[in-house]
Every structure is written in structure tokens, then in C-alpha cells.
């Protein structure tokens, strides 16, 4: 399975970012749970978003509001807009794919298979 992440780049604070991330090397089913998780220099991964086959989704509190994870089933890829982004948002962000997940665990970062390579967002003041 493979993840490539992309849309990642330098906003001023308040500005908008897409990121996308297509997968491939497997068929996305309804077991499927994909996210985003980001790491800021010298901090621990932190979760931002996942969503499950049914759209059904959870948010961070920090980016709630603000962020909207989606996804297209049909052509494997999924999708975060950051909106009113905020210099904290700064961090390489990464896309992941889990299966079977609770929605207990969908916060957690050793839940997820697989990992993309991440994407840089920058947010300036």
C-alpha cells in the first residue's frame, strides 16, 4: 500500500490549503479508515482527522470547525481543507490508513497500517 500526500505549502495565517492524498495498492472497502495526523519540530505526532467509509468522521478539537477531512471511495484518494489556518497548524502533515478501527482508537497513531512520506504546511504570522 502506498500513500502520496501532496497540496502541502506556505500560507499566511487565515489562509486556506488543500491537502490530497491518493492511495493505491489496495481497494478501499468499508473497513477502511483514513487520516491525518501531524508532527511540529520537537513535538509528538498529534492527530487531526480521520473518516470512515460512511463519511462518518473525527476531529482534533484544535482543528475542529476549521478543518474538513473527506474522501472518494471511488477513486481512492482523501482529502483535508484547512480553513482560518493558524501558525500552530505548522507541521509536516501525514496521511494514514487504517481497518477494523473503533472510534476509540481512530485517534491514535499506532492504530494506522501505513503511513504516506508527508507534506509540509507552513503558516506565518
Known amino acids: 500500500v502506498q500513500l502520496q500526500a501532496s497540496g502541502g505549502g506556505w500560507v499566511q495565517a487565515g489562509g486556506s490549503l488543500r491537502l490530497s492524498c491518493a492511495v493505491s495498492?489496495?481497494?478501499?472497502?468499508?473497513?477502511?479508515?483514513m487520516g491525518w495526523f501531524r508532527q511540529a519540530p520537537g513535538k509528538d505526532r498529534e492527530f487531526v482527522a480521520a473518516i470512515r467509509w460512511y463519511s462518518v468522521t473525527v476531529y482534533a478539537d484544535s482543528v475542529k470547525g476549521r478543518f474538513t477531512i473527506s474522501r472518494d471511495n471511488a477513486k481512492n484518494t482523501v482529502s483535508l481543507q484547512m480553513n482560518n489556518l493558524k501558525p500552530e497548524d505548522t507541521a509536516v502533515y501525514y496521511c494514514?490508513?487504517?481497518?477494523?478501527?473503533?472510534?476509540?482508537?481512530?485517534?491514535?497513531?499506532?492504530?494506522?497500517?501505513?503511513w504516506g512520506q508527508g507534506t509540509q504546511v507552513t503558516v506565518s504570522r
Open positions: 494514514v490508513q487504517g481497518s477494523r478501527l473503533i472510534t476509540s482508537t481512530m485517534r491514535l497513531a499506532n492504530a494506522y497500517e501505513y
Open positions: 495498492g489496495r481497494t478501499f472497502n468499508s473497513d477502511v479508515i
